[in-house]
């Protein structure tokens, strides 16, 4: 079985561009979670996405939005780049909407801001 | 004062060493916790959950003191391959669901 795929591995942007982001669930998963680990730090939590619908944001500004697809597929968009959003944005999936067992991490998407 | 809080290191130790991590966190209805080990420029992998007073997996223990509200990570006989970041995750309910991590305790092992 697949694992949790996330694409691209690596990008480089410039200040003010904007930025998507995609990742795959496991298969069978439902849940998506996205998180923002700067260099030197845990991840944070972004955002939380269950059958489709938003179950959760973090503490992060309105350039930050997200979607989950049909297919629990799920893109992270960035709007109005600034340096400091270059970090690994990490997407976890799991099989429940719960939180207590949990989550699988793809391997990220290293972005850099210019 | 931080959700979740661990000593950063990094702690240096020689092959075959016992070290041991400890984390704090604020949160006194937390029921389960993980830790999560990142290799450098990785992905954060779930190494432990901790759901009741402690877990055992072969050479690592973990350990839950919910009076004084800290988890401790031990790990025998250390290995170079051990070398890695450690992390400490709270997991959040109520409202939505989300994992709050500490910073991370580097750890080297040296031959």
């Known amino acids: 079985d697949a694992g949790v795929t996330q694409s691209p591995t690596h990008l480089i942007k410039t200040r003010g561009q904007h930025v998507t982001l995609r990742c795959s669930p496991i298969?069978?998963?439902?849940?998506v979670s996205w998180y923002q680990q700067v260099l030197g730090q845990g991840p944070q939590f972004i955002f939380q996405y269950y059958e489709k619908e938003e179950r959760g944001r973090g503490n992060f500004p309105d350039r930050f939005s997200a979607r989950q697809f049909p297919n629990y597929s799920s893109e992270l968009n960035v709007n109005a780049l600034l340096l400091g959003d270059s970090a690994l944005y990490l997407c976890a999936s799991s099989s429940s909407e719960g939180v207590n067992y949990g989550y699988t991490f793809g391997s990220g998407t290293r972005l850099t801001v210019v | 004062r931080k959700e979740v809080e661990q000593d950063p290191g990094p702690f240096n130790v020689p092959e075959g060493a016992t070290v041991a991590f400890n984390c704090t966190y604020s949160?006194?209805?937390?029921?389960?916790f993980f830790w999560y080990r990142q290799d450098c420029r990785k992905e954060p992998k779930l190494l432990m959950s901790?759901?009741?007073s402690g877990n055992e997996d072969g050479r690592f223990t973990a350990q839950l003191n919910r009076a004084s509200q800290y988890i401790s990570l031990l790990i025998r006989d250390s290995k170079l391959s051990d070398s890695a970041t450690y992390l400490c995750?709270?997991?959040?309910?109520?409202?939505?669901?989300?994992?709050?991590f500490g910073a991370g305790t580097r750890l080297a092992v040296h031959p």
């Open positions: 901790v759901y009741s």
């Open positions: 298969s069978g998963h439902k849940s």
């Open positions: 995750v709270v997991p959040r309910s109520g409202g939505y669901n989300k994992l709050i």
């Open positions: 949160n006194s209805a937390s029921q389960s």
